[in-house]
Nanobody, 121 residues
């Protein structure tokens, strides 16, 4: 059974940076497209970024484009989200997701437990 474990969340001041990591186990990592999603307090879970099986295809939400970068390492079975120029609006629980096609905010084969990111103003 595939398991996803996120790490790297925390408290940061506005304008700061964080790197989230997601460790994949229990399956063949390169068979899955990966994504990051987030849920802010009182809001629905929303798309942040996705990356294809080989890492050659990436997509970003407009709200994070130019500030966040998603990457994957198919040898280490990890997917990362580098977050720069963080804003209070980025405060949320961030979830890693894996899907054999493409993860979406309302559907993915597997989800991590989430990691909290809090950006103070």
């Amino acid at each position: 059974q595939v398991q996803l474990v996120e790490s790297g969340g925390g408290l940061v001041q506005a304008g700061g940076s964080l790197r989230l990591s997601c460790a994949f186990s229990g399956g063949t990592f390169s068979n899955y497209a990966m994504g990051w999603f987030r849920r802010a307090p009182g809001k629905e879970r929303e798309f942040v970024a996705t990356i294809g099986w080989s890492g050659g295809s990436t997509n970003y939400a407009d709200s994070v484009k130019g500030r966040f970068t998603i990457s994957r390492d198919n040898f280490k079975n990890t997917v990362n989200l580098d977050m720069n120029s963080l804003e209070p609006e980025d405060t949320a629980v961030y979830y890693c997701a894996a899907d054999r096609l493409y993860p979406r905010s309302d559907r993915a084969d597997f989800w991590g437990q989430g990691t909290q990111v809090t950006v103070s103003s």
